[in-house]
């Protein structure tokens, strides 16, 4: 029973985190609820594993990575963003404007799923490419390669400014 009273303190401490990651791959808050439960059961499976782990957050990500990933094979969902998306905010927009994040969050929705899952590690977990690389069980070349489509994929949608402001 102590092995699930852990299980339980850490999850409880880190869902919402989880929960705000998977939002950011998904696009959608009932989707990221899903994928944080999938990836808690996942991670309950394998808890003594996870504990053993190096860093358990690292390891809560990877694990949430891939059942995003596999959700994304699983049914390969074509959101139709891109008629709804607008490239009308002003390339001067503050950094902290809702406007700007809410584009930056429709943009990404444009971008395949590894990419996605690319950029929001590096960019908005603060991942190291190293950490990114075994977050998503590839290469670092594979990680720096597709970190440079995925943000010149965004500057395509938005404009350098925006880009170059948010993630640099």
């Known amino acids: 029973m102590d092995r699930l009273e852990g299980f339980a303190e850490y999850a409880g401490a880190r ?4 929960r705000r990651s998977a939002y950011l791959l998904c696009g959608d808050w009932h989707l990221a609820e899903d994928l944080t439960q999938m ?5 309950c499976r394998s808890w003594g594993r996870a504990q053993r782990a190096a860093s358990l957050d690292a390891y809560a990500h ?5 059942t995003f990933l596999r959700h994304k094979r699983k049914y390969q969902r074509q959101v139709e963003r891109a008629a709804q998306y607008s490239s009308g905010v002003p ?5 902290d404007s809702p406007d700007l ?3 930056l969050q429709a943009a990404l929705q444009l971008l395949p799923a ?5 950029v929001v590690l590096r960019f908005w977990e603060d991942l190291s490419v190293e950490a990114t690389a075994a977050a998503l069980g590839c290469s670092i070349g594979n990680v720096k390669s597709q970190t440079s489509r995925a943000l010149a994929r965004l500057r395509e949608i938005v404009g350098d400014s925006l880009i170059d402001t948010r993630l640099r």
Do not use: G
């Open 101 to 103: 994040r809410l584009s």
């Open 15 to 18: 869902q919402r985190h989880l």
């Open 114 to 118: 590894r990419a996605r899952a690319v």
């Open 62 to 66: 990877t694990v949430l990575v891939n």
């Open 91 to 95: 390339e001067t927009a503050p950094a």
């Open 39 to 43: 990836t808690l059961v996942n991670l």
